[in-house]
């Protein structure tokens, strides 16, 4: 038996799977027709045995080679009574043997029938689901190179955007500078004495000035950070002369609104720090206009102070309306304000907060915010004792920071 089931193999393997099924099928008739006595095998226990080629020839053959299978099976039958039952001689041969036989064989033949029936409908199928997944995945590339190309315009937008702020704002700085430095010319009454209400006209337009520069400043900022241009100078530098500076800036602005300023600085921090000095006022600058923006009574509270062994934070609070948490969400995102309508109160193109968070950033620190409605803001910038490069009276490009 096993080396008749290996010879199927090396048949099946290397000749023909037709004939290598049809030698099974007759290998199994032949094992069932010896497996037993032959009465057994023509009319007792055996006999259900030989349904088993008859539905394995419609499953591993063709459907009608059940019919073939039942043939076959009947005459082995026959011949097993004829050699070994004398009394099946003499009389009729097993016909309802043989109904069984091709009774099994119809079965089987309807049943493979459907299912051949099935798998050509689900060959079909996959051919049509192959051709679809083509067309999807052909759509899909399709979609991904309009996709590529427009990601491309956008950079190409995005580069010009930012080369047109460049350029914008550098032409804007240099009228705004002429303006005030004429003002400040006149201001110390270099063409002639002035009135007291000359005085304050130019008081005016002074401020309104150092607003307009500090609007392109920011504007100007914004294209180099996005650009990745942006460069830090790190020199040593003392509290004194950045709070100094702070307050020539803004302290007319502050006093104009009738709110106080009040700055402390703790004794814990070193009086000789290493940063931007220059970027360090511009965050100062930045915090305190926004609080001037939103404070209408009170003032604005800055504290200098040391938060541990690595870091120096300082703190700009300020006694205004305060804030939701769902303003606070998006506040240092460039160009985003709590009212964006045309007719807001507080004009700005919101990029103070941005940049403040940018260069503490570049500088390895962070900023921060808490905020309540109806009991002001409080701005944190955390900032590294020792810069992440110090390097003295050398530029770092922004984005190694």
Do not use: C
């Amino acid at each position: 038996m096993s080396v008749s089931l290996i010879l199927i193999f090396l048949v099946n393997r290397y000749w023909s799977g037709w004939l290598a099924g049809w030698l099974f099928v007759l290998l199994l008739t032949g094992a069932f027709a010896l497996s037993d006595e032959p009465r057994q095998v023509v009319e007792g226990r055996t006999l259900f045995l030989f349904t088993i080629p008859i539905l394995m020839s419609s499953v591993i053959l063709r459907p009608w080679a059940s019919f073939i299978a039942a043939g076959a099976s009947s005459l082995v039958i026959t011949i097993v009574a004829m050699l070994s039952l004398p009394d099946y001689v003499q009389g009729a041969p097993p016909i309802p043997t043989y109904l069984g036989f091709f009774t099994v064989a119809f079965v089987a033949w309807l049943s493979a029938r459907s299912l051949e029936s099935a798998l050509a409908e689900l060959r079909a199928f996959n051919i049509g689901l192959e051709d679809r997944v083509r067309e999807r995945t052909y759509e899909l590339q399709q979609a991904n190179e309009q996709l590529v190309i427009a990601y491309e315009k956008l950079q190409e937008l995005d580069r010009l955007k930012s080369r047109f702020l460049s350029i914008v704002s550098h032409e804007l700085r240099t009228p705004l500078s002429a303006i005030q430095g004429f003002t400040e010319m006149l201001q110390a009454e270099v063409y002639g004495p002035l009135s007291q209400k000359q005085r304050g006209a130019l008081q005016r337009i002074l401020a309104n000035d150092q607003r307009l520069l500090t609007l392109v400043n920011d504007l100007l900022d914004q294209a180099r950070m996005e650009a990745g241009q942006l460069s830090l100078t790190f020199e040593p530098f003392t509290l004194k002369d950045l709070v100094d500076d702070m307050e020539s800036t803004m302290r007319v602005l502050v006093e104009s609104k009738k709110l106080f300023l009040k700055v402390h600085i703790s004794p814990a921090v070193p009086a000789t720090l290493s940063g931007d000095r220059k970027r360090l006022h511009q965050i100062l600058i930045n915090l305190i206009n926004n609080a001037l923006k939103f404070t209408q009574k009170g003032g604005i509270n800055i504290h200098f102070y040391r938060l541990d062994e690595e870091y120096w934070a300082i703190d700009v609070a300020d006694t205004g309306p305060g804030m939701a948490p769902e303003i606070q969400a998006a506040l240092f995102e460039p160009f985003r304000q709590g009212d964006s309508s045309a007719t807001r109160e507080h004009t700005g193109f919101g990029l103070g907060l941005s940049i403040v968070k940018q260069l503490a950033t570049l500088m390895g620190g962070s900023v921060s915010v808490i905020s309540e409605v109806g009991f002001g803001s409080t701005f944190t910038v955390k900032l590294p004792l020792i810069p992440l490069k110090d390097n003295t009276n050398q530029q770092r490009p922004g984005g190694m920071a």
